[in-house]
Nanobody, 117 residues
Framework: EVQLQASGGGLVQVGGSLRLSCAASGFTSDEYAIGWFRQAPGKEREGVSCMTSRDGMTYYADSVKGRFTISSDNAKNTVYLQMNGLKPADTAVYYC??????????WGKGTQVTVSS
């Protein structure tokens, strides 16, 4: 019932920027965390950034602090991840995720980000 569609990935040079978008639909909960995970080849999925609905608190992995910014546009039911100063280590499939307290966890299909050195 919850559908998450990630987009905005692509190929970018070192130091470049991309903006990922996650369009959400069928989402009715008022309490949740939404954000981005990524998975590089041969690696486990890791959290990149998220924000909470209750207080708007944001979280960033240490590796992306100062470079990535998460934001949302409620009118468009969309969350964004502005990615600046991209590094080869940022190369991964990025997934949009919604986590609802109580055990509900939804994943969108990933969008590929490739940063060339």
């Amino acid at each position: 019932e919850v559908q998450l569609q990630a987009s905005g990935g692509g190929l970018v040079q070192v130091g470049g920027s991309l903006r990922l978008s996650c369009a959400a639909s069928g989402f009715t909960s008022d309490e949740y965390a939404i954000g981005w995970f990524r998975q590089a080849p041969g690696k486990e999925r890791e959290g990149v950034s998220c924000m909470t609905s209750r207080d708007g608190m944001t979280y960033y992995a240490d590796s992306v602090k100062g470079r990535f910014t998460i934001s949302s546009d409620n009118a468009k039911n969309t969350v964004y991840l502005q990615m600046n100063g991209l590094k080869p280590a940022d190369t991964a499939v990025y997934y949009c995720n919604v986590d609802i307290p109580g055990g509900m966890d939804y994943w969108g299909k990933g969008t590929q980000v490739t940063v060339s050195s």
